[in-house]
């Protein structure tokens, strides 16, 4: 990786973010999913949560146990997620498939109700998360390696975390949200350079905002 620019070459000859690792794993992400537009409340939802649980981890960890977190968490439908009592609790800290925290088993439950309710508010999941994409006056000028290391959360990231926790939401800090805001497409954080960051920026110039 050149430390001056945050880009790492890949097997394939082509430049992208650092932060893969050239993993074959987490390069598909990387090209595939990560800074993608999302509208669609089940991934939104999701991606909080796993974002709650990694936590004091890696995402890479949490990455490989995705299947397994889909499969314990009822392929994280809130409607569903939401009735889960404490018996379910007890069972999931037995899974061995996925990250056995009680506080947060018990936050991805609890954050079900509330985007039933959330959902309920505004219409849906998206349509509330995306009302707080920041304008371009908003964004740095240049997204290098130096900006998104001198920047792990925003204002606002701080912003939707405090109207989340507001709304009784939990594990959902500004850090934690600025990275659902960059893996679901509210910003574009490809590096300058890296292959993808045109091709995301098509994307969210072609995507339709849920309103």
């Not at 939802?45 to 397994?68: A, D, P, V």
């Not at 908003?138 to 701080?158: C, I, Q």
Request: charged content about 30%; overall charge neutral; glycine content about 8%.
């Amino acid at each position: 990786m050149s430390e001056k620019t945050g880009l790492i070459e890949g097997p394939d000859g082509a430049m992208r973010c650092f932060w893969h690792g050239n993993d074959d794993f987490y390069r598909r992400y990387h090209d595939e999913e990560w800074g993608r537009p999302v509208a669609d409340d089940r991934r939104l939802f999701e991606k909080i949560c796993l974002e709650g649980f990694q936590s004091g981890l890696s995402w890479i960890t949490i990455l490989r146990k995705r299947e397994n977190f889909r499969e314990a968490f009822d392929n994280f439908h809130f409607d569903r997620l939401a009735l889960f009592t404490q018996r379910d609790v007890e069972r999931l800290l037995t899974n061995a498939g996925i990250v056995r925290h009680r506080g947060k088993i018990e936050s991805a439950i609890n954050n079900a109700r509330r985007a039933r309710e959330l959902a309920d508010e505004a219409g849906s999941l998206a349509a509330w998360f995306w009302r707080f994409e920041p304008g371009p006056e908003e964004r740095p000028k240049v997204v290098d390696h130096a900006t998104l290391t001198a920047n792990p959360k925003t204002s606002t990231s701080t912003l939707i975390s405090k109207e989340l926790k507001k709304r009784g939401w939990s594990f959902v800090g500004p850090t934690t949200v600025y990275a659902f805001m960059q893996a679901m497409g509210l910003v574009n954080d490809h590096i300058e350079g890296c292959v993808c960051r045109p091709v995301v920026e098509l994307e969210r110039e072609q995507f339709k905002r849920p309103r």
